[in-house]
């Protein structure tokens, strides 16, 4: 139990610190104009075909930054239309030679050489999420890439923020970007490449790699009422549970109520880092 | 006598109550900021643009509305940050008229880490007012521990002092990163302080080299490209001389990929591929460098190169 609630109060010095150097970042990237010297960031997406999350995922104005969507035309056909001619993209020759063997890569389409916006839309039969993304990672033309799925939508400063944290470190030092709490994972493209694409990274060990540890959340999705309270009711049951199962079972009240209240500096500390996490200012 | 259990209960418990006061003092203070974000923000930095966007040539009439220094500078600074070409003249007159920098300068001796440093960076992107007198401090920062702390302190001491920009650059022991480089050049964008990409690139220090560099590609000085090559061949640095052809590919200009061979052949695979994709993106075709590469990276460069051809239909 000491040994858990001293974890609880590493998380939230920890996030107490990362705030700060939020803070330290955001301002520090508003302040750039242009890119982190040359990092890039392709974000690739399987199976997103909500125009609110491409249009959400296409708006960042960094500049060496893409979006490489792959949808399956047989299922959804109408939307890809409706991509193809809102970012006005024409048709390109399929890549001849590939880093990751994909299968059923039926088109491609990508936005006019000196468009503002990178998109690029790859038309593959749908086999897996981790085909579809490799398919992305096989024509992503910049170092790094990050996978974005339904439902996620970035924070405005999102990919400012994940090149500034790259661009602390020397080129090729970064194999893997993790961003804390719901945050997601900005991998090396070549590193991917090397691993067998994102289905082989599953099975990869975090310890070979180069992983570091970002600061900032870059991501979000829309909940609602429910799961607040379905959150906080699981906590209230692991407080009486610990407590019950403890003081009452094994007939010791002073350890139920040191458990219990282990149970609840744990869930106030999460509480607390997720509060810093989300914490834009 | 209160057994060790009691003790240890009473004393997660009372974490467990600052934790929450803490959350509770968080939550109250992002109500704050976003009050002050929708009412009065927006009053602020109307009457600081109407101060910054006047007639040049009249003279500047400073009004200092009824609200917190400290808010109305902290505004007057995202608002320098966010934009470019903003009038200096302006801006230091505001700076000195709500004291920015003194309530800056007072506040940060007694913060630390990443806090301080930001304060650092309001302090040396603020326009120049009435610049407080020097204390001893940020200088003696240069020393800390912290990088972020001594890289602020470091753009701190050139914005104050633009005639020794170079030679603080010169002296900074340690490696820039991108990101810090990056800051540097977003700083003489606005004027803060001049550099001359001439000195930077001729220098053997990496930093002034690096800073030279990136001061080429965004400032996209194409009659740079002939000192451009000379640094990507005769650096022994192979970060720098990898940064060199990559500018070099920004730049769009004719470059004769023969000359540069030995580093090609002496670069990973990493470096390798970085720069195809960056030759690619920028619209160089396979015969420019895939000459020089191996098997695989010719192959990897077509692949790329093909994936860029419009099918006209």
């Known amino acids: ?281 | 006598m209160i057994s060790a259990v009691w003790a240890y209960t009473i004393a997660v418990s009372v974490l467990a109550a600052s934790i929450g006061a803490m959350s509770v003092y968080e939550r109250l203070r992002s109500a704050r900021l976003r009050r002050w974000h929708a009412v009065g923000e927006p009053v602020a930095l109307r009457i600081i643009m109407r101060t910054v966007t006047g007639d040049p040539m009249q003279s500047v009439r400073v009004r200092i509305p009824d609200m917190p220094r400290r808010r109305l500078s902290e505004t007057m600074l995202n608002l320098y940050l966010s934009t470019c070409n903003v009038d200096r003249r302006a801006m230091s007159l505001l700076t000195q008229a709500y004291g920015a920098e003194r309530i800056i300068g007072r506040l940060s001796p007694f913060t630390r880490g990443y806090r301080r440093a930001k304060r650092l960076l309001a302090l040396a992107c603020l326009p120049a007012g009435r610049r407080i007198p020097c204390c001893g401090w940020p200088a003696g920062w240069l020393h800390t521990s912290g990088r972020s702390i001594r890289f602020y302190t470091l753009m701190a001491e050139m914005t104050r002092t633009p005639a020794l920009a170079e030679y603080l650059l010169e002296s900074y022991p340690l490696r820039l990163s991108q990101t810090e480089i990056a800051q540097i050049v977003a700083m003489l964008h606005r004027g803060a302080m001049v550099l001359d990409y001439r000195h930077l690139l001729r220098s053997e220090n990496r930093n002034m080299r690096m800073t030279g560099i990136a001061v080429v590609r965004h400032f996209a000085i194409d009659t740079a490209c002939g000192m451009l090559l000379d640094v990507a061949v005769s650096d022994p640095d192979r970060v720098v001389s990898s940064e060199a052809l990559l500018t070099l590919c920004d730049t769009g200009s004719e470059i004769a990929f023969v000359e540069v061979a030995d580093r090609l052949r002496d670069m990973n695979g990493y470096e390798c591929r970085r720069l195809c994709r960056c030759a690619v993106v920028n619209g160089y075709g396979t015969e420019t460098i895939g000459e020089l590469l191996g098997q695989g990276d010719r192959e990897y460069v077509e692949s790329l190169v093909e994936s860029y051809k419009y099918i006209m239909a």
């Open chain 1, 1 to 281: 139990m000491a040994a858990v609630a001293a974890a609880a109060l590493c998380e939230v010095w920890r996030s107490r610190r990362d705030a700060g150097r939020r803070r330290l970042i955001s301002s520090s990237s508003m302040m750039r104009c242009g890119g982190v010297g040359h990092v890039g960031i392709s974000v690739v997406c399987s199976d997103v075909d909500n125009m609110a999350q491409i249009e959400n995922l296409v708006s960042p104005e960094y500049d060496n930054y893409e979006v490489v969507l792959c949808l399956d035309s047989a299922r959804s056909a109408a939307r890809m239309r409706h991509i193809v001619s809102r970012y006005r993209l024409l048709k390109v020759a399929l890549p001849l030679h590939n880093d990751l063997p994909v299968v059923g890569v039926r088109a491609m389409y990508r936005t006019p050489h000196g468009a503002m916006r990178r998109v690029t839309l790859i038309d593959k039969r749908f086999t897996s999420h981790e085909d579809a993304l490799d398919a992305c990672v096989n024509i992503a033309s910049f170092d790094y890439v990050t996978s974005v799925g339904r439902d996620e939508y970035l924070y405005a400063d999102a990919v400012d923020m994940l090149a500034m944290q790259i661009g602390e470190w020397e080129p090729g030092e970064v194999d893997m970007l993790q961003c804390p709490g719901a945050g997601g994972r900005v991998v090396s493209r070549d590193m991917a490449v090397e691993h067998g694409g994102y289905a082989g990274m599953r099975y990869m060990k975090l310890s070979r790699i180069a992983l570091r540890r970002g600061c900032a959340v870059d991501r979000y999705r829309i909940v609602g009422t429910r799961s607040t309270i379905v959150h906080y009711a699981a906590i209230i049951t692991a407080v009486a549970a610990a407590f019950v199962i403890v003081g009452v079972v094994a007939g010791d009240m002073a350890l139920g109520a040191a458990s219990a209240a282990t149970v609840v500096l744990v869930a106030a500390s999460r509480s607390y880092a997720g509060r810093c996490r989300r914490c834009r200012d």
